[in-house]
């Protein structure tokens, strides 16, 4: 079926002509024998009418195909030469003309992407028929805006898919604007635009479809799903075997980062808490500095005696607090005793009426021998 293949791209080429089915017909009928197909096709298989001197050669319109006609001669000789260059000229023509193209492979070209997938150029039900003969599925690919170039190159375009796309489909590509692509999109969409969509040529049913752009790993695993049964080549294979190779080294390093992230996250874990224990104990460390300052400035209690002052402390809770000092001790200082208890943001009262004490000593404000002072909260 490859060799028919060939001969059918042979025929196009060298005649022009790129409907299949002509060339299959003319192939067909001479055996599959290009050089035959081709002089069929160019109406050079009939018996020559004989060549009159001095008279362009007639053929009558029975004999002919409705093909380019051949140029009328006047001599024998020059006659046979000069069909003989116009058969050489006309058969090796389409050697030199432009290949024939699509939308879609012009956009390619326009990206300057010269490795790609074999690109399919014929109709599709004939790439349906081709599908069947070379045991193969139809694949279609319709190019949207949003896709973007990028996919184009780094997955479409990559080594292992041109290679899974050669070996096991018959591949056809079209722009989503162009009338085949819309056609595709009719066709196999359902609400959303198709991207792939993999054909079993012989009922033209979609087997598989993608609506969004895939990573390569997803291309390669929606091509090798249905072609378990396919006879897939040592090519095939190898790109098989490399992923599944890249999948457990992908595996081994993942679970490598996985228990590097852990360790990490422990090892940050562990400074949080020492230096959360660090601070904590510092923090004490001044807290106890503080108050061993405060009581070294307030002092021991002194025992009873003649300059010595008893004060009662009436707490905002209802309690009281008793302790003496000396009688020339600063009111600062019973501030300072009052918040080595643990009072803070106070105001000590006394007298009556009462009044708020700060400043002078216990004997300047009168609180002597013995005295009652409120401690009150102060609000903020």
């Known amino acids: 079926m490859e060799q028919h293949d060939e001969a059918v791209q042979n025929f196009c080429a060298f005649t022009g002509n790129w409907d299949v089915d002509i060339a299959i017909a003319y192939l067909s009928k001479n055996n599959w024998d290009v050089s035959a197909a081709y002089n069929d096709f160019m109406g050079f298989t009939q018996q020559r009418p ?17 093909r380019p006609q051949v140029v009328p001669v006047e001599r024998e000789s020059e006659g046979f030469f000069s069909w ?3 058969s050489i000229s006309n058969m090796f023509s389409g050697l030199f003309t432009t290949t024939p193209s699509s939308p879609f492979i012009n956009y390619l070209e326009n990206l ?60 056809l590509a079209y722009l989503a604007t162009s009338e085949e692509g819309s056609l595709t ?5 359902d609400d959303q635009a198709v991207v792939f969509v993999m054909i079993d040529p012989f009922t033209s049913e979609a087997l598989e479809k993608l609506t969004l752009a895939p990573s390569k790993s997803q291309l390669r695993n929606f091509l090798i799903n249905r072609i378990g049964d396919q006879s897939i080549n040592d090519d095939v294979q190898k790109i098989q075997d490399r992923m599944i190779r890249e999948q457990q080294e992908r595996e081994l390093r993942e679970a490598e980062e996985i228990e590097i992230r852990k360790a990490e996250e422990e090892s940050k874990r562990l400074l949080l808490v020492y230096e959360q224990r660090q601070a904590e104990e510092r923090r004490i460390r001044e807290e106890e500095e503080k108050k061993n300052k405060k009581e070294r400035m307030i002092g021991e209690e002194p025992p009873a005696g003649p300059y010595v002052t008893q004060i009662t402390f009436r707490l905002p809770s209802g309690e009281k607090l008793e302790r003496r000092f000396l009688q020339d001790t600063k009111i600062d200082v019973l501030y300072l005793f009052l918040e ?9 009262v006394s007298g009556f009426p009462p009044k708020v004490v700060r400043d002078g000593s216990l004997q300047s404000e009168g609180l002597i021998p013995r005295a009652l002072m409120h401690v009150r909260l102060i609000q903020s």
């Open 112 to 171: 300057q992407i010269q490795n790609r997938p074999n690109i399919s150029l014929i109709p599709y039900e004939d790439a349906c028929n081709i599908a069947l003969n070379q045991n193969k599925l139809l694949l279609i690919y319709v190019h949207h805006a949003h896709t973007g170039d990028r996919f184009l190159r780094n997955v479409l375009c990559s080594s292992e898919i041109i290679t899974l796309i050669n070996q096991a489909y018959v591949f």
């Open 340 to 348: 080595t208890k643990g009072f803070e943001n106070i105001e000590i």
């Open 50 to 66: 004989p060549i009159v001197e001095n008279r362009p050669q007639v053929v009558e319109r029975s004999q002919r195909v409705e």
């Open 84 to 86: 003989i260059g116009n």
């Open 185 to 189: 999109i009719a066709r196999y969409s």
